[in-house]
């Protein structure tokens, strides 16, 4: 995205460039109010410009290493050319208080560099405002980007406290496995405990029962057989 954003700033710096080096030759056939606006005017598209490079360096701090030195040296080009047209401009006479009348063609091609300088105007507005429609698409991008990383982590905590749910159901439905299996094994100890105790009430049933006979039979032996 930061190389993307260097050949708008790029653009925008060739714009204005391309405005700014129209001037020091309307300097050379201006003179009074109106050499004293184009000044003004060049000062501040130098210092658009000037703000361009700076952002195209910031850009550079993204860029893969292996895109950086010629980007770097295009921004030293850049740098180097708007010097140059800053001194043109110093050295320029602009004190001069020449009234010589420009010939008529002088004045079409003053109408010609103000129309293209128009246009260029228009163009540098046009990729401004590309720019900052780009940055904002960026923006939102970011936006939507960081919503979906905190929508799939929300979404990772829930399956992993699905998943500790899940695994506190196995363990409970274990260990009913376990108490179900535990009585299962205690009814059937009940069920031994209870036989054996019929079994024993029926052996000293039949116990007692002989006894009583054998006593019986004694008792008749003794006192009634003669």
Do not use: W
């Not at 208080?97 to 507005?125: K, V």
Request: aromatic letters at 4%.
């Amino acid at each position: 995205m930061s190389s993307e954003e260097f050949e708008k700033l790029q653009e925008i710096f060739k714009s204005l460039y391309d405005e700014l080096k129209l001037m020091p030759d309307r300097l050379l056939r201006c003179q009074g109010e109106e050499k004293k606006r184009l000044v003004r005017t060049f000062d501040e598209r130098h210092g658009e410009a000037v703000e361009v490079l700076q952002g195209m360096e910031q850009e550079l701090i993204g860029v893969p290493s292996s895109y950086r030195n010629a980007m770097s040296t295009r921004l030293r080009l850049f740098r180097r050319d708007l010097g140059k047209l800053q001194r043109a401009v110093k050295s320029s006479d602009l004190s001069s208080t020449s009234s010589t009348r420009p010939a008529e063609g002088a004045y079409g091609i003053y109408s010609s560099q103000n129309e293209h300088s128009t246009q260029l105007q228009s163009q540098r507005a046009l990729l401004i405002q590309g720019h900052e429609h780009l940055n904002n698409a960026s923006q939102s991008i970011e936006r939507s980007q960081r919503i979906a990383a905190e929508t799939d982590q929300i979404g990772v905590d829930i399956i992993e406290e699905l998943g500790e749910q899940r695994e506190q159901l196995d363990r409970t439905r274990d260990r009913l496995v376990n108490t179900g299996e535990n009585l299962s094994r205690s009814r059937k100890i009940l069920r031994a405990m209870s036989r054996r105790l019929m079994t024993n009430k029926l052996l000293l049933s039949v116990i007692i029962l002989m006894e009583l006979v054998i006593l019986g039979a004694v008792v008749y032996l003794k006192f009634f057989r003669k």
